[in-house]
């Protein structure tokens, strides 16, 4: 035992040199009563590894959040049937053989799951992570996001090749009004706005995350909301973004987290109701969950459909079933299939715009749409993705959904060592499932 211990640290120290962080002193998060300084998680340090580990299973602590109440009977997932999986030798990309279970650990993770059909095959938590604990999707929530929006879609209550301007006017004169809703869902909008999680002083981390609430900026808590044109994401989108003069619209892939923002107003615009109680009456409420989730709200409490889910481990799993069944789940009809299938219909478009990108050229993905990751439209191989690590994977050709929940030292996914380790190898896993059904 203290040799696999041994052995787990020291990937630890290599996955964290590879991933391009600072190896780090792992003082553990909030120790004492009160915590020590040094261990105190804030809202300054809630995203910097190590203090994530505890903040990311803790979010609500952090940040203001909305609940999303569970609602009847649980939806049993028997198992784990297979706890040996954990210990299949796997090799990373670097060619080092380890377990499975020792690979996800080494690099990050807080906790793995792997489902096939309706069984629970294997699960394990790492990091005093139960299952009982829930944890920050991030973007994955945007994934989730697109899922609910399926159904304003196929009741023929929006139209995907209209404005977003259309049903929420204060978006004229936006970079948002010249471009499509469907634009809006593959990231590909050629707003002037970019994604950035490093540089400090960019328009990202300065406006759009404090707005968000998900960032710190010094006073930027005690901002009111009759002293700030910008006070909430949605007076963000309407007052900052502005169209890219040198881009059209569909012409690129950009992912940009501000567009999953013009997704959750449009869901509340339309539907009438909060996002969260959009959320909980048509999604939550039908999956047999076993946990209340809970949301992350913006500086005006509103729900953050960009990355502010927050479940639990297995929760999440039946979310990633109910998709890999197309839209069915316990007998019934959740989300209607043929909008779950819209995702796999990827066009030579799509593919193009992915793989002009630079900053995914080294990556697995063939596509984003919808708002999903798509490894293999054929197989219906695709994910939802968070930063520092989240990840829920679904294989139709496997019958597999693996969830993964993850504290990584860096937030991108892109060139992430650590990122594309996990990746590769529950890609692996599915490839055995399938050519053995039930390993």
Known sequence: MKTRMLMIAMLALWASVSAGAEPVADPRPMQGVPPSRESQVTMANYRDYPMSR??????GAVLHTVMVP???DIHRLPGPLRPELGERVVTDPQGQQLSFDALFEANYADAVLVMQGSRLLHEAYFHEF???SQHIWFSMTKSLASTLFGLLVTEGKVDLDASPAKYIPELK???FERVTIQQVLDHATAIDFHENYTDTGSD?????????NLGWMPGAADVQPDKAEIYGVQDFLVHFVKPDPALLPGEAFDYNSSNADVLGWLIARISGQTFQDFLQQNLWAKLGTEHDAYLAVDRALVPVATGGMNTTLRDAARFGMMIRDRGEFGGQQVIPARWVDATLDVSDKLKANMKANPKY???SWSAYH?????????????????????VIYINRRADTVMVWFSSQPVASAARNP??????AAARQLAVDLTRKPGL
């Open 54 to 59: 505890w903040a990311f299973r803790n979010a």
């Open 70 to 72: 569970r609602q009847g």
């Open 130 to 132: 139960n299952e009982h």
């Open 173 to 175: 004169g936006s970079g």
């Open 204 to 212: 990202f981390f300065r406006f759009y995350a404090p707005a968000l």
């Open 361 to 363: 050229s080294e990556e």
């Open 370 to 390: 919808n708002m999903w990751w798509i490894l293999d439209a054929d197989a219906g191989e695709y994910c939802a993705v968070g930063i520092h690590g989240q």
């Open 418 to 423: 650590g990122f594309r380790a996990k990746l």
